[in-house]
Nanobody, 128 residues
Framework: EVQLVESGGGLVQAGGSLRLSCAAS????????IGWFRQAPGKEREGVSC????????YYANSVKGRFTISSDGAKNTVYLQMNSLKPEDTAVYSC?????????????????????WGQGTQVTVSS
């Protein structure tokens, strides 16, 4: 059974940093896309970033490019999202999800409906 567990969320002041972790079990990092998505109250879910576990290719939404960094540790089956220079508009529930192919981490295929295993989410709150 595929399981994803997020951790690392919390409350931080604007300009601060957080590192989210997504620990995966039930599968090995052979050829998957692991993505981070976020959803703020009253807003649609947004794809933030993803990584292909097969070749390390990454993708970032324009809203976080240059501030967030995604990385993958195959030995630990864990994906990290380092979030720097946080802004109040980054406040949301952040969830990680697994897609069945690294191909789903690309500008035209990075979409929540292509990711079929989801974690429970972790709250990130950025105060102004």
């Amino acid at each position: 059974e595929v399981q994803l567990v997020e951790s690392g969320g919390g409350l931080v002041q604007a300009g601060g940093s957080l590192r989210l972790s997504c620990a995966a079990s039930g599968f090995t990092f052979d050829d998957y896309a692991i993505g981070w998505f976020r959803q703020a109250p009253g807003k649609e879910r947004e794809g933030v970033s993803c990584v292909s576990t097969s070749d390390g290719r990454t993708y970032y939404a324009n809203s976080v490019k240059g501030r967030f960094t995604i990385s993958s540790d195959g030995a630990k089956n864990t994906v990290y999202l380092q979030m720097n220079s946080l802004k109040p508009e980054d406040t949301a529930v952040y969830s990680c999800a697994a897609g069945p192919s690294g191909l789903y981490c690309s500008p035209y295929r990075f979409s929540g409906d292509r990711y079929d295993s989801w974690g429970q989410g972790t709250q990130v709150t950025v105060s102004s």
